[in-house]
């Protein structure tokens, strides 16, 4: 007969959900009384919607990050630990392209010309998406063909490994300083709504993205094989799939869309070595949030997580300085919650 679990462990259940619940309400109810105090203005609504638009233009940004953190643990069942430093890499790709390789009279059309600077967006991840894949293929086929299906842990220490070397390979080649990629600054006025070039083309690119994903996944012969496998990897090599092929692609396209993230990323922010940490936390929290291996729930909670900070850095008091804390409270508080996420676990999308 199974023991009877003490009372005490309950309790502890329950205060680490009041801990973790605590947090989030706390900051809900002073940025609902910082709305209400912005309500007695004329303006209240256009400052809301203005809030919520960037909120959600920034979590289209963060949904293709974590779908392909999502797309590798869904199929392989892989934490990898260096997806953030693959964001760095894509970031410092355009930034050569740009700063090295473009010709200096060109430098001025992508802070003029919007169409330029589209076309540059373009052209920089038509030139790093590519490499990006066939090194994510290389990585994975070199160092971790060799011990999936083993241990969960070494895989997670692997990619951990990769993480540290990539940073300080970074660090000796280009600094800890942060570099920025001069774009086309202004705004796209619609209505009341002034939404930056940069914001709107990366929400435009990321939509393109993620759309583009779930249509592979849906209707391609390949992205079937992919669902395929992550639903059942077994059942999958008995009906003809190639698993050691799919691992090797899924890789590779996850690795790619951290990369699109961090080229989209190059054109809104400075950046520096150290970056991939704090989309990896996040990428962890919206999987979380989301359901982990669940694609429509990566870009659900990329999008929620956004309108969160969002309206956590307007209206709380020194909100910019919690926006990464919102996000591991609600890591914790989801595990503790609802630990299958909004949407489920892995599931054939």
């Known amino acids: 007969m199974a023991e009877r679990t003490p009372g005490w462990v309950y309790a502890v259940y329950l205060a680490l959900a009041l801990a973790g ?7 809900a109810w002073e940025g609902f009384v910082g709305w209400l105090a912005q309500a007695r203005s004329m303006t209240s609504l256009a400052v809301t919607l203005q809030v919520l638009a960037s909120g959600i233009l920034q979590g289209g940004l963060y949904a293709v990050i974590a779908m392909g953190l999502t797309m590798i643990f869904g199929v392989m069942r892989i934490i990898n630990v260096a997806h953030g430093e ?9 930034f050569v392209f740009f700063m090295m390789l473009l010709p200096e009279e060109l430098h001025s059309l992508f802070t003029s010309n919007l169409g330029m600077a589209i076309l540059g967006v373009g052209v ?3 030139i790093c998406l590519p490499l990006m894949f ?20 070494t895989p997670l220490l692997i990619t951990f490994g990769l993480s540290l070397i990539l940073i300080n ?3 000796s080649v280009f600094t800890s300083d942060f570099r920025a990629i ?11 709504l002034a939404l930056g070039y940069p914001q709107v083309i990366s929400f435009a690119v ?10 592979f996944l849906k209707f391609s012969r390949l992205g079937k094989a992919v669902r395929a496998t992550a639903q059942n990897a077994d059942v999958a090599m008995v009906c003809g799939v190639n698993v050691e ?18 080229v989209l990323i190059s054109i809104q922010l400075a950046f520096s070595p150290e970056i991939g940490g704090i989309y990896i936390l996040r990428s962890f929290a919206i999987i979380i949030l989301g359901g982990r291996g669940n694609y429509l729930g990566a870009l659900a909670g990329g999008i929620l997580l956004g309108v969160i900070e969002g309206f956590i850095s307007f209206f709380v008091s020194q909100g910019s300085q919690l926006q990464e804390l919102a996000a591991y409270t609600l890591l914790v508080f989801m595990l503790l919650v609802r630990p299958q996420g909004l949407l489920g676990g892995i599931a054939d999308e």
């Open 21 to 27: 619940a605590g947090l989030p309400l706390a900051l």
């Open 86 to 94: 693959f964001l760095m890499v894509g970031a410092y790709m355009a």
């Open 124 to 126: 920089f991840l038509l």
């Open 134 to 153: 066939l090194f994510g293929m290389g990585v994975q086929r070199l160092l971790l063909n060799p011990v999936v299906g083993g241990p969960e842990l």
């Open 169 to 171: 390979t970074f660090i």
């Open 182 to 192: 001069p774009y086309m600054s202004g705004a796209l006025v619609v209505g009341n």
């Open 206 to 215: 990321s939509a393109a993205v993620t759309g583009g994903v779930f249509g």
């Open 245 to 262: 092929r799919i691992y090797l692609y899924t890789f590779g396209f996850g690795t790619a869309l951290a990369a699109t993230g961090g």
